[in-house]
């Protein structure tokens, strides 16, 4: 299994910024209401930039079973975060999981 769909912990550690050409009304996938626009380039993922942050798209519980309400659909960052990768590891460390293995 995805060990990702037990996690979920890096959709709850980093502020999620975009470009702006990402969101549906500008002609990209990433739902409008999921985002706010920060200036002229650049949006953020809702949530992200809480004190303590979870992406507004995020379902379920963390560490145990999550899905992304915009999986086909979520901005770059997302795409380009990848299991067991360093920011990987940190953001599950900040939520007392283990390290994924090699
Ligand atoms: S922190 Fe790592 S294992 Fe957890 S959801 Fe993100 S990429 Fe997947
Ligand atoms: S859009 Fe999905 S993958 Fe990206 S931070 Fe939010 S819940 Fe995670």
């Not at 409008?32 to 200036?39: I, Q, R």
């Not at 650049?42 to 999986?71: F, K, M, N, Q």
């Amino acid at each position: 299994m995805n060990p990702c769909q037990s996690c979920g912990a890096c959709c709850a550690c980093y502020r999620v910024d975009f470009s702006i050409h990402e969101l549906q009304e500008h002609g990209g996938t990433v739902p409008d209401g999921l985002a706010v626009e920060l200036n002229d380039s650049l949006a953020r993922l809702r949530g992200t930039d809480y004190a303590s942050p979870r992406c507004a798209a995020l379902g379920g519980r963390i560490g145990e079973s999550v899905a992304c309400g915009i999986y086909e659909w979520r901005p770059g960052p997302c795409h380009e975060l990848e299991a067991g990768s360093d920011a990987c590891q940190r953001a599950r460390a900040r939520h007392g999981l283990a390290p994924l293995a090699d």
